[in-house]
Protein backbone atom coordinates (compact mmCIF):
# COMPACT_ATOMS: atom_id res chain seq x y z
CA UNK A 1 0.00 0.00 0.00
CA UNK A 2 2.08 2.84 -1.09
CA UNK A 3 -0.86 5.37 -1.57
CA UNK A 4 -2.41 7.06 2.04
CA UNK A 5 -5.92 6.31 -0.03
CA UNK A 6 -4.78 2.78 0.37
CA UNK A 7 -4.03 3.25 4.06
CA UNK A 8 -7.46 5.14 4.68
CA UNK A 9 -9.16 1.79 2.95
CA UNK A 10 -7.24 -0.91 5.04
CA UNK A 11 -8.23 1.43 8.41
CA UNK A 12 -11.97 1.92 7.27
CA UNK A 13 -11.82 -1.88 6.56
CA UNK A 14 -10.43 -2.76 9.93
CA UNK A 15 -12.74 -0.41 11.87
CA UNK A 16 -15.72 -1.97 10.05
CA UNK A 17 -14.53 -5.98 11.02
CA UNK A 18 -14.23 -4.53 14.61
CA UNK A 19 -17.61 -2.53 14.89
CA UNK A 20 -19.25 -5.15 12.91
CA UNK A 21 -18.82 -8.27 15.22
CA UNK A 22 -18.75 -6.51 18.58
CA UNK A 23 -22.74 -5.17 16.92
CA UNK A 24 -23.01 -8.68 16.04
CA UNK A 25 -22.64 -10.10 19.21
CA UNK A 26 -25.11 -6.70 21.03
CA UNK A 27 -27.64 -7.13 18.70
CA UNK A 28 -27.93 -10.81 17.97
CA UNK A 29 -27.82 -11.50 21.96
CA UNK A 30 -28.74 -8.31 23.61
CA UNK A 31 -30.58 -5.71 21.40
CA UNK A 32 -31.74 -7.15 18.49
CA UNK A 33 -33.81 -10.59 19.13
CA UNK A 34 -36.59 -11.23 21.56
CA UNK A 35 -36.86 -14.71 22.80
CA UNK A 36 -40.23 -14.71 20.63
CA UNK A 37 -38.27 -14.17 17.21
CA UNK A 38 -35.39 -16.45 18.33
CA UNK A 39 -37.52 -19.09 18.87
CA UNK A 40 -39.42 -18.60 15.67
CA UNK A 41 -37.51 -16.93 12.94
CA UNK A 42 -36.29 -20.51 11.68
CA UNK A 43 -40.13 -22.19 12.09
CA UNK A 44 -42.25 -23.00 8.42
CA UNK A 45 -44.47 -20.03 6.70
CA UNK A 46 -45.47 -16.36 7.98
CA UNK A 47 -44.76 -16.87 10.97
CA UNK A 48 -40.90 -17.62 10.67
CA UNK A 49 -40.46 -14.70 8.18
CA UNK A 50 -42.53 -12.45 9.92
CA UNK A 51 -39.78 -13.27 13.50
CA UNK A 52 -37.29 -12.67 10.95
CA UNK A 53 -38.33 -9.80 9.96
CA UNK A 54 -38.40 -8.25 12.60
CA UNK A 55 -34.92 -9.49 13.77
CA UNK A 56 -33.43 -8.36 11.05
CA UNK A 57 -34.56 -5.00 11.02
CA UNK A 58 -33.94 -4.55 14.80
CA UNK A 59 -30.47 -6.32 14.31
CA UNK A 60 -29.35 -4.13 11.75
CA UNK A 61 -30.66 -1.16 13.41
CA UNK A 62 -28.20 -1.94 16.19
CA UNK A 63 -25.19 -2.20 13.68
CA UNK A 64 -26.19 0.85 11.45
CA UNK A 65 -25.77 3.29 14.94
CA UNK A 66 -22.79 1.39 15.62
CA UNK A 67 -21.04 1.94 12.44
CA UNK A 68 -22.21 5.31 11.89
CA UNK A 69 -20.83 6.41 15.57
CA UNK A 70 -17.39 4.54 14.52
CA UNK A 71 -17.25 6.33 11.07
CA UNK A 72 -18.00 9.99 12.46
CA UNK A 73 -16.19 9.49 15.63
CA UNK A 74 -12.85 8.33 13.49
CA UNK A 75 -13.26 10.51 10.69
CA UNK A 76 -14.01 7.86 7.98
CA UNK A 77 -16.05 7.28 5.15
CA UNK A 78 -17.76 5.11 3.51
CA UNK A 79 -19.53 5.66 -0.30
CA UNK A 80 -23.18 4.98 -0.37
CA UNK A 81 -23.36 2.61 -2.97
CA UNK A 82 -20.55 0.85 -0.01
CA UNK A 83 -22.71 1.29 2.22
CA UNK A 84 -26.11 -0.01 0.56
CA UNK A 85 -24.15 -3.24 -0.59
CA UNK A 86 -22.11 -4.14 2.76
CA UNK A 87 -25.85 -3.68 4.27
CA UNK A 88 -27.37 -6.13 1.95
CA UNK A 89 -24.94 -8.96 2.02
CA UNK A 90 -25.29 -8.84 5.47
CA UNK A 91 -29.09 -8.44 5.48
CA UNK A 92 -29.17 -11.85 2.70
CA UNK A 93 -26.34 -13.41 5.01
CA UNK A 94 -28.41 -13.22 8.58
CA UNK A 95 -31.65 -14.50 6.79
CA UNK A 96 -29.92 -17.28 4.95
CA UNK A 97 -27.98 -18.64 8.07
CA UNK A 98 -30.63 -17.68 10.25
CA UNK A 99 -33.42 -19.73 8.95
CA UNK A 100 -30.95 -22.54 9.79
CA UNK A 101 -31.36 -24.74 6.38
CA UNK A 102 -28.58 -23.53 4.58
CA UNK A 103 -26.62 -24.11 8.03
CA UNK A 104 -27.17 -27.94 8.46
CA UNK A 105 -26.77 -28.55 4.94
CA UNK A 106 -23.28 -26.71 4.88
CA UNK A 107 -22.35 -28.89 8.15
CA UNK A 108 -24.09 -32.02 6.72
CA UNK A 109 -22.10 -31.72 2.78
CA UNK A 110 -18.91 -30.84 4.49
CA UNK A 111 -19.20 -33.72 6.56
CA UNK A 112 -19.82 -32.39 9.68
CA UNK A 113 -23.69 -33.46 10.45
CA UNK A 114 -22.81 -34.81 13.71
CA UNK A 115 -21.62 -31.68 14.81
CA UNK A 116 -24.47 -30.04 13.56
CA UNK A 117 -26.89 -32.29 16.08
CA UNK A 118 -24.31 -31.67 18.44
CA UNK A 119 -26.10 -30.10 21.67
CA UNK A 120 -24.77 -31.38 24.95
CA UNK A 121 -21.93 -30.46 27.65
CA UNK A 122 -22.56 -26.76 26.94
CA UNK A 123 -22.16 -26.97 23.15
CA UNK A 124 -23.93 -26.38 20.54
CA UNK A 125 -22.92 -26.96 17.30
CA UNK A 126 -25.86 -25.39 14.99
CA UNK A 127 -25.46 -22.08 17.02
CA UNK A 128 -21.56 -22.16 16.91
CA UNK A 129 -21.49 -22.87 13.15
CA UNK A 130 -24.23 -20.15 12.82
CA UNK A 131 -21.99 -17.84 14.66
CA UNK A 132 -19.04 -18.40 12.55
CA UNK A 133 -20.93 -17.93 9.22
CA UNK A 134 -22.41 -14.98 10.47
CA UNK A 135 -18.89 -13.62 11.92
CA UNK A 136 -17.49 -14.32 7.67
CA UNK A 137 -20.48 -12.63 5.99
CA UNK A 138 -19.76 -9.61 8.21
CA UNK A 139 -16.45 -9.29 6.89
CA UNK A 140 -17.52 -9.96 3.41
CA UNK A 141 -19.61 -6.98 4.08
CA UNK A 142 -17.12 -4.80 5.37
CA UNK A 143 -14.90 -5.76 2.64
CA UNK A 144 -17.70 -5.00 -0.64
CA UNK A 145 -18.56 -1.75 1.62
CA UNK A 146 -15.26 -0.69 1.51
CA UNK A 147 -14.11 -1.29 -1.84
CA UNK A 148 -17.21 -0.01 -3.43
Given at each position: ?18 TLSLGHKLADHVLGQTDAQ ?111
Amino acid sequence: MDHPADMTAAVTFAVLVVTLSLGHKLADHVLGQTDAQARLKSTPGRVGWAALARHLVAYHAVLVVMVTIALVALGLRLSVPGCAAGLAVSMFSHALWDRRRAVRCLLVRTGSGEFADLADHGLNGMYLADQALHGVSLWVAALVAVLL
